[in-house]
């Protein structure tokens, strides 16, 4: 089975433009989450769904960052604009709730704002 | 506060030695425990996960890990390291609530002498 997929795998985009990352996730997966990786403030959780609804998005860092998930294989978190501040690597996971907690992370998107 | 702790940020062994990671987690109830590891460039891969029964559990690539509750630890072990394990590893928690998310340690990197 294909695991999740996100793309793109880099991103170099100048500060102020509006950066768009995608995230599949596992077929029949039901819960999606969005993570930030940095060397300072390590792996945070931005925002998750279940069944499609953003559940939680406390962990969203300000109103630049958006997210949506029209539907079951498909989510994307959006950057307007962005800032040098949010280079970082952005990771999606999925899970299938009710059944497991562990979660699948796809590859990342390494973002660079310049 | 739900926690997790990975009190090392950096661990050396040498080729073929034995291994141990520790984390520790702050939680008032059993939770659910697990192990990944990330390669660098790489999105995070499960290790190994303890929901309950047995408190030793096995997981990919000849790694164990032991939940001991009276110590709040959950302690990755391998008995014989190879260059390939060298990598960066997070302990992470969950089941806390009914959100499904998990609270992901600091991580420990791995370094291997030949």
């Known amino acids: 089975d294909a695991g999740v997929i996100q793309s793109p795998r880099h991103e170099v985009t100048e500060m102020g433009q509006e950066v768009t990352l995608r995230c599949k996730p596992i077929?029949?997966?039901?819960?999606l989450f969005w993570y930030r990786q940095t060397m300072m403030r390590g792996l945070e959780l931005l925002i998750y769904?279940?069944?499609?609804?953003?559940?939680?998005d406390s962990g969203m860092p300000e109103d630049r960052f958006s997210a949506k998930m029209p539907n079951a294989s498909f989510s994307t978190l959006k950057i307007q604009p962005s800032e040098p501040r949010d280079s970082a690597v952005y990771f999606c996971?999925?899970?299938?709730?009710?059944?497991?907690?562990?979660?699948?992370f796809g590859p990342g998107t390494r973002l660079t704002v310049t | 506060a739900q926690s997790v702790t990975q009190p090392d940020i950096h661990i050396t062994v040498s080729e073929g030695a034995s291994l141990e990671l520790r984390c520790n987690y702050s939680?008032?109830?059993?939770?659910?425990l697990f192990w990944y590891v990330q390669s660098p460039g790489q999105g995070l891969q499960l290790l190994l996960k303890?929901?309950?029964?047995?408190?030793l559990v096995q997981g990919i690539k000849g790694f164990e890990a032991e939940f001991k509750r009276s110590q709040s630890s959950f302690n990755l072990r391998k008995p014989s390291v190879h260059w390939s394990d060298a990598a960066e590893y997070f302990c992470?928690?969950?089941?806390?609530?009914?959100?499904?998310?998990?609270?992901f340690g600091s991580g420990t990197r791995l370094l291997v002498r030949p």
């Open positions: 996971a999925s899970n299938l709730r009710g059944k497991t907690y562990e979660q699948y």
């Open positions: 077929s029949g997966h039901n819960s």
């Open positions: 769904f279940n069944n499609n609804v953003p559940i939680d």
């Open positions: 939680y008032g109830a059993t939770p659910y």
């Open positions: 303890y929901f309950s029964g047995d408190t």
């Open positions: 992470a928690v969950g089941g806390m609530d009914s959100s499904y998310k998990l609270i």
